[in-house]
């Protein structure tokens, strides 16, 4: 998603650029974030030789464009049949956060992870639905957005919908009972509060919400959100901030491990983890829960990477990998 909408504000402008880590960050996500380093020091996919440094945030928002009308109608991205086709028949959020297969034996058998694709590919056809403020406990947001999109008009909503089929296939095969918040078995929604709660319902080991963000040209790489400690109104994460960074953390690692992808060059300092206090999807956790921004979807190079069947399996894989260490302690 883009730094705009019911889940964000803009963060504050700051500079950074991409290259070795530095020994904190190795300590932060132990052994794989400064693996990375090493694998782009000596070429390796995913930078491209190191990205001029830019700004974010407020700088980003106003780069990127509200989704346009391909949105109305994107198409499949390459490779799109690698993933598991979603449902089209209208539903409601019971039906597809129970859509999922008996849990297995293996070494997550009894662990629930919920799977919350980002936005919903029918939104752009309910505006009024969508803008609906809901109460995230702090304060009022719309119910959701459109998402943002490639420029060639690859939705964020489809490309989250099929990263988390593939990461639901992944995680099913190691004994999960998998959820997921909706399967484009709805209209539109659900709602940033109803998403929380279908993760509070399910008594979730682990929910991670997946998204691919919408700023600027140049800014490049993926970034893990983190709660922050917010004790306001329906909101309280305190029981949630630590066991969430850990969660957090174990993701960022194999997602670099999978993808050969850097941390983002525009949030974060580097590090691929932000914690912010805004997001109604966070606010009203009670269980862990993450967000991962998985690229920029308006950098053409992140972009050719989040069209790639291929690359997405391998970002399923980095985050489903991350999920598993997590449950397994």
């Given at each position: ?17 991409r290259g070795?880590?530095t020994?904190?960050l190795?300590?932060?996500?132990p052994?794989a ?13 995913g ?9 974010a945030g407020?700088?980003?928002?106003a780069?990127?464009?509200a989704p ?11 490779d799109?049949?690698d993933?598991k ?9 019971s039906?597809?956060?129970?859509a999922?297969?008996?849990?297995g034996?293996?070494?997550?058998k009894?662990?629930?992870?919920v ?10 056809r309910?505006?009024a639905?969508i803008n609906?403020?809901?109460d995230?406990?702090t304060?009022s947001?719309?119910?959701?957005t459109t ?5 060639d ?6 490309f989250a ?5 593939r990461?639901?296939?992944l995680l ?13 078995d709805?209209?539109f929604g659900?709602?940033?509060d109803e ?8 008594k979730a ?8 963000d919408?700023?600027g ?13 917010v ?7 305190r ?5 969430s ?11 670099v491990?999978a ?12 590090t691929g983890?932000v914690?912010r ?15 991962i921004?998985?690229g920029n979807?308006?950098?053409?190079k992140?972009a050719?990477?989040?069209t790639s069947?291929?690359?997405?399996q ?7 990998e991350g ?7």
């Amino acid at each position: 998603m883009s730094y705009t909408g019911p889940d964000f504000d803009p963060p504050p402008s700051r500079r950074f650029r991409r290259g070795p880590l530095t020994v904190a960050l190795a300590a932060l996500v132990p052994g794989a974030l400064l693996g990375w380093a090493v694998y782009a020091a000596v070429g390796g996919s995913g930078d491209d030789g190191g990205d001029a440094s830019t700004s974010a945030g407020a700088s980003a928002s106003a780069s990127s464009p509200a989704p346009s009308s391909a949105d109305a109608s994107p198409p499949d991205g390459p490779d799109e049949s690698d993933g598991k086709k979603p449902s089209t028949s209208p539903g409601s959020a019971s039906a597809s956060s129970s859509a999922s297969a008996p849990a297995g034996t293996g070494p997550l058998k009894g662990k629930v992870v919920v799977i919350d694709p980002g936005h919903n590919p029918g939104n752009f056809r309910h505006t009024a639905e969508i803008n609906r403020q809901v109460d995230i406990g702090t304060n009022s947001k719309e119910c959701d957005t459109t998402g943002t999109s490639t420029n060639d008009g690859f939705s964020e909503a489809k490309f989250a919908l099929d990263v988390a089929h593939r990461m639901r296939a992944l995680l099913e095969e190691q004994g999960a009972t998998v959820k997921l918040t909706q399967d484009d078995d709805r209209p539109f929604g659900p709602c940033i509060d109803e998403r929380a709660r279908i993760g509070n319902k399910a008594k979730a080991d682990a929910v991670v919400s997946i998204h691919a963000d919408g700023s600027g040209t140049g800014n490049r790489g993926f970034h893990v959100i983190l709660p922050g400690p917010v004790n306001s109104g329906a909101a309280d994460t305190r029981a949630i901030v630590e066991p969430s960074r850990e969660l957090g953390e174990r993701i960022a690692g194999n997602f670099v491990r999978a993808t050969g992808d850097g941390p983002s060059n525009y949030v974060g300092g580097g590090t691929g983890l932000v914690t912010r206090k805004d997001l109604g999807g966070l606010n009203l956790s009670t269980v862990p829960k993450v967000f991962i921004e998985c690229g920029n979807m308006r950098d053409s190079k992140d972009a050719a990477l989040l069209t790639s069947g291929a690359w997405r399996q391998k970002a399923a894989r980095g985050i489903s990998e991350g999920i598993a260490s997590f449950l397994r302690g």
